[in-house]
């Protein structure tokens, strides 16, 4: 490997276009040297972006070519799999787009595989990790200087949704993040799902029931609600309210207070345009000097894969638990391995 990472980003969509930019405008020690996108549109466009990449139609001919030292993925969810396996087998290091793919059984299949490296190679692209008012109140929270954490409650409203959004997704692409960012500001594992649905909004589609009440509880005891809404019309909006036992902070856009206003985006391209380009840098930087990983990793996406399956099942009634089995060794912190053995 040289001073400047070459990367290679699979998937030239959307989201693979918008990585793509980012390394190349605003990111800095990488350059995007392959991309992998059999559709000749897309990557036709990643070439006007990314004019020093050579351009593949599958992962296994980069990967033969020698074309890059580490990967991006930003293919459709169902395609994960197939492209996480072989960037395994390669040994490269992953940014991977959440999730880390959309079922557990595929996900463990995924650590299982990693666990044949010396070390953990896949990084997982929840970004709101990496957003500085979530960082912020993660700091906050652990510092102990508001007191006690008591409640979150969190919103996650869309303007409105494609014709391919469905029902499940209201689990598995949006509230996915919540699954995610709540234990990790808590610092206390996800243990049941339960959700609630108020009155139906009249601008959804027939085919969706939302909006959605999602009721988290940690192990800690600590009560979370999220409402999850697709079709607010205003904007795009996600904010979290922490409850302390001396204080309270919320974190995001401002309400939408009168018919007729905006929101203050319409998407989360722009919300989370800060985390996304702190990510990236951040995963560049600890590849670079040999960490691979600097965020969440597949066992953290193994994790949120099983609290969407709860969630799912929630969606037809009910409270359901959160299966949490222990994490191997190999995702723990070294100094923890080493209390792990001795236990054992």
């Excluded at 965020?295 to 037809?316: K, M």
């Amino acid at each position: 490997m040289t001073n400047e990472l070459r990367v290679g980003v699979v998937g030239a969509g959307a989201m693979g276009a918008d990585h793509i930019r980012r390394i190349e405008t605003r990111v800095a020690g990488a350059r995007v040297a392959a991309v992998v996108e059999p559709d000749a549109g897309r990557a036709a466009a990643a070439g006007r972006d990314a004019p020093s990449a050579q351009m593949f139609a599958r992962i296994e001919d980069a990967l033969a070519a020698e074309a890059m030292d580490a990967v991006v993925i930003a293919v459709p969810g169902p395609l994960h799999l197939q492209t996480l396996l072989p960037a395994l087998e390669a040994g490269l290091p992953i940014l991977c787009e959440k999730p880390l793919t959309p079922d557990s059984a595929t996900s463990l299949r995924v650590i299982e595989a990693e666990q044949r490296l010396e070390r953990p190679h896949v990084q997982v692209g929840f970004m709101r990790r990496f957003d500085p008012e979530y960082a912020q109140l993660r700091e906050m929270i652990a510092s102990g200087e508001a007191g006690e954490l008591l409640m979150l409650h969190c919103a996650h409203r869309n303007a409105s949704v494609s014709e391919a959004y469905v029902q499940q997704m209201l689990i598995n692409d949006s509230v996915v993040h919540e699954f995610d960012v709540v234990p990790w500001l808590a610092g206390s594992p996800l243990t049941s799902v339960e959700v609630r649905y108020s009155r139906r909004n009249p601008a959804a589609p027939a085919r969706l029931r939302e909006p959605i009440l999602v009721l988290m509880e940690l192990e800690n005891g600590m009560i979370v609600d999220v409402e999850m809404s697709v079709n607010v019309q205003f904007g795009y909006q996600v904010t979290t309210e922490a409850v302390f036992s001396r204080a309270a902070l919320r974190i995001g856009d401002p309400l939408a207070a009168r018919p007729g206003a905006r929101a203050a985006h319409e998407s989360f391209e722009t919300r989370f345009a800060e985390a996304y380009d702190i990510e990236m840098q951040r995963w560049v930087d600890a590849v670079m000097r040999g960490d691979l990983v600097d965020g969440p990793n597949a066992w953290d996406g193994y994790l949120v894969a099983l609290a969407c399956e709860a969630g799912v099942r929630a969606l037809s009634g009910g409270v359901h638990l959160v299966e949490r089995p222990d994490p191997p060794a190999f995702y723990l912190p070294t100094h923890a391995r080493g209390r792990q053995s001795a236990r054992a």
